[in-house]
Each structure stands twice: as structure tokens, then as C-alpha cells.
């Protein structure tokens, strides 16, 4: 995964999220701000089962598949497409990946790592509870 320019993250985009559709639009902004943009290539492996979880994604663009190991074959979970997210249980909960998560085509994700979450929703707590994950 490789950190590029986009404008993935644009506030019609982030006003589309239904966890975000409380946010004034100056929380908006610099809830945007915390994210960088990433592009992921079909096939490629984004997140993987049994490792350290240590970002929230947002699906900007494309499709992932959650997939996990069960009797040495890899069993399809589900599908997040754009406006979907993944990593937020981990967050509150530390641990590892109960799966793995691929991209399905070429994918953009809006992704921060979980120090700088915690340090906006300490520095705007009302913007943090607005903006919390389900």
C-alpha cells in the first residue's frame, strides 16, 4: 500500500457516511485531515488474518473482500464497498485480525492509524462522539 495525492476524501464524499452526517463542516474538515489516501491494486492483501490491527480504513473507491481461513480453504465473509469501513473494533479493542481483507479491483482508502485517531477524538471530543463508528 502507498500513500498518494487524492481527493478521495472530499466533503460531499465524507457527508455521504452515515457516521459522519452529524459533523459541522469545520469537524468535517479536520476529520478529514487525519486520513491519508492509499491506493491498493486487485488482489492485493490489505489487511491480514491473525496479524496486529493498527488502522481504520474507510473504502473510498472499489470493493474488498473479508475472507477467513476455515479447514485450510479461505471461506468469503462479506463484501465493503465504497462508504463501507473496517478496522473500528480494534480501536477500543486491541488485537489481531480474525480475518484477512482483500482488494476485489482497483481500491482507494482513506486510512489513519489509531494514535492519530485517539488523538482527535481527545483534542474534539464533541466532533469524537458525533464521528464514532458504530
Do not use: W
Not at 17 to 29: A, R
Not at 54 to 70: A, M, N, Y
Not at 77 to 97: K, T
Amino acid at each position: 500500500m502507498s500513500p498518494i495525492a487524492s481527493d478521495a476524501m472530499d466533503s460531499q464524499f465524507l457527508r455521504s457516511l452515515s457516521f459522519l452526517k452529524d459533523l459541522t463542516d469545520e469537524e468535517l474538515q479536520s476529520f478529514s485531515e487525519i486520513f491519508t489516501s492509499v491506493e491498493i491494486l486487485p488482489g492485493e492483501k490489505i489487511i491480514e488474518e491473525g496479524r496486529a490491527i493498527t488502522s481504520f480504513h474507510i473504502v473510498c473507491k472499489g470493493t474488498v473482500h473479508v475472507r477467513r481461513g476455515v479447514q485450510q480453504k479461505e471461506v468469503l465473509l462479506g463484501r465493503i464497498c465504497a462508504g463501507g469501513f473496517f478496522g473500528e473494533i480494534n480501536l477500543f479493542d486491541p488485537g489481531v485480525a480474525t480475518a484477512s481483507i482483500f482488494a476485489m479491483d482497483k481500491v482507494m482508502l482513506a486510512s489513519t492509524d489509531y494514535e492519530t485517531l485517539r488523538n482527535f477524538m481527545s483534542a474534539s471530543p464533541e466532533a469524537a462522539i458525533k464521528s464514532s463508528p458504530p
